[in-house]
């Protein structure tokens, strides 16, 4: 039995799951609503607050789609209740970000200001102007849209120059030595 895929989903008050033809996944919560597609050999049983995963047989790939069937799932509830978020870094002499309206602008040494629409559910939040916020309810939007920014100018390894995530560390190299 599969570790992740055995576990139900606990549903939280104001969190209704419904699946439907195809079984297609909706998930309604307090911040909106999600929808997945699972695939067909699964089997999506919602009870009273659970919901919970069942596969047709133990072979490898639906043991595989089992756990991956269960965490959709839990992130789509999650991401309804409390939402995701990413948060970035930029480092650099005159390096900033602005928001402007429903666009992060980024000035990152390029010779034009790079602007990034939100977009797919995802917003930006710019508390600072070297701290970028991605916050969404759709956990795989919100971290394509972070890499996306991050992408822009990804950190270099000689002075750490770039935009990076909150908690990641960049493996430093040691520059050129002059002639002895």
Known sequence: MSRIGKLPVQLPGGVSVSVGDDNVVAVKGPKGQLTQKIHKDM??????????????????PHKALHGLS??????????????????????????????????????????????IPEDGGVEFEVPAPNRIIVKGIDKQAVGAMAAKVRGVREPEPYKGKGIKYENERILRKEGKTGKK
């Open 70 to 115: 269960r965490a959709l799932i839990h992130n789509m509830v999650e991401g309804v209740t409390k939402g995701y978020q990413k948060a970035l870094e930029i480092n650099g002499v005159g390096y900033r970000a602005q928001k402007q309206g429903k666009k992060l602008v980024l000035t990152v040494g390029y010779s034009h200001p790079v602007e």
């Open 43 to 60: 089997r999506v049983v919602v009870e009273e607050n659970t919901v919970v995963v069942e596969r047709p047989t133990d072979s490898k």
